[in-house]
């Protein structure tokens, strides 16, 4: 059965960051169910979440 999971990540600002997240998240089979994502201009850090489905558990190191 598909289960729901929220990931958060943050990080320095750079082109790229919502491809690769994708694209890895594909590769694991799974889906994004929702996306959020923002950049703060001062910090310049980029900030963001989502929640995604896949079959079983996906697990921390999975995700890294």
Same mark, same amino acid.
């Given at each position: 059965m598909?289960? +729901?999971?929220? +990931?958060? +990540? *943050?990080c320095d600002d750079r082109p790229g960051i919502v491809s690769a997240v994708a694209t890895g998240l594909n590769a694991l089979g799974a889906n994004i169910a929702e996306s959020s994502q923002f950049w703060d201009r001062i910090s310049n &850090? $980029? $900030?963001? &979440?989502?929640?995604?489905?896949?079959?079983? $558990? +996906?697990? *921390?190191?999975?995700l890294e």
């Open positions: 598909s289960q +729901l999971q929220i +990931l958060n +990540l *943050t &850090r $980029f $900030f963001m &979440r989502l929640a995604i489905e896949g079959d079983g $558990f +996906l697990s *921390t190191a999975a």
